[in-house]
């Protein structure tokens, strides 16, 4: 956290400051993923209450990094499974 940078982003109406080692481009793309999910939401359940929001916007989010986690593993089984293979016919 040594370089440390402030990143201004927009997020369902609001401004956010934020300060963060994490490039440019990733807190840009966090914050439109997170304003869309919150627009998206917000018409979805036509409602605007923020902690209900945020609420559906964070399981969204947490489902799909699991997912994300899960179709890891998968890829690095195979690729542990053929470097065995591999191993074993040498």
Do not use: W
Not at 27 to 37: F, P, R
């Amino acid at each position: 956290m040594n370089n440390l940078k402030k990143v201004k982003v927009s997020i369902f109406g609001s401004s956010y400051t934020l300060i963060s080692d994490e490039n440019h481009e990733t807190l840009q793309k966090a914050a439109t993923i997170v304003d869309n999910l919150l627009k998206d939401t917000s018409k979805s359940i036509q409602s605007n209450d923020p902690k209900s929001l945020l609420t559906l916007v964070a399981i969204n989010l947490a489902s799909k990094l699991i997912s994300q986690e899960e179709e890891n593993l998968k890829i690095l089984d195979a690729h542990q499974r053929l470097l065995d293979l591999i191993n074993h016919q040498i």
